[in-house]
């Protein structure tokens, strides 16, 4: 058979595969321009987690030295925030405000993140691990952390055990 006569019959096949399977293309279109819920739920999760640098360009520069226990030392008024769905910041509250030392050194709660010296944060980590940070809203600076596990008790419980354990520890 001659080139020529092959060349139309292939054309054909290759125009009968593209009009079969022609809502291929646009399936790869959607893939390419609607972005999965995977990619969906991680920008969520970035937008609530990027509390502490919206207003960072605006803020004046520190030129002395900080002291993370000096600021545990002075701090009175904490604001609890927790990005876990599994953990309140409710319950942190009640056991922190339960808590001796707390009640010792006269802190308090407030719900008025502006007013606060201390920002207490909780997120979920790994599974059944979970990280609390707690930075001074002025500075950002990390002035206490932990990484603890829920197995064996209520996390608000051992969050507020850990955290007032070096706030005694930073005042001692």
């Excluded at 609607?34 to 207003?55: D, H, L, Y």
């Amino acid at each position: 058979m001659p080139a020529s006569a092959l060349i139309p019959n292939l054309r054909l096949s290759v125009k009968g595969v593209f009009q079969s399977t022609f809502p291929l293309p646009l399936l790869l279109l959607l893939i390419i321009v609607v972005p999965p819920a995977a990619t969906q739920a991680q920008q969520t999760r970035e937008a609530q987690t990027e509390g502490f640098s919206e207003n960072v360009a605006r803020r004046p520069r520190r030129t002395e030295a900080f002291e993370p226990a000096a600021t545990l030392r002075s701090a009175r008024l904490i604001y609890v925030r927790s990005i876990s769905l599994l953990v309140a910041a409710e319950d942190i509250e009640n056991k922190l405000r339960k808590h001796p030392d707390f009640q010792r050194f006269g802190m308090l709660i407030t719900r008025q993140e502006a007013d606060a010296d201390l920002i207490l944060e909780v997120r979920r980590g790994v599974l059944t691990k979970f990280v609390f940070t707690a930075v001074d809203p002025r500075t950002l600076v990390v002035v206490a952390s932990g990484k603890l596990s829920s197995l064996g008790g209520t996390v608000d419980g051992k969050v507020a055990k850990l955290f007032m354990r070096q706030v005694v520890a930073a005042r001692q």
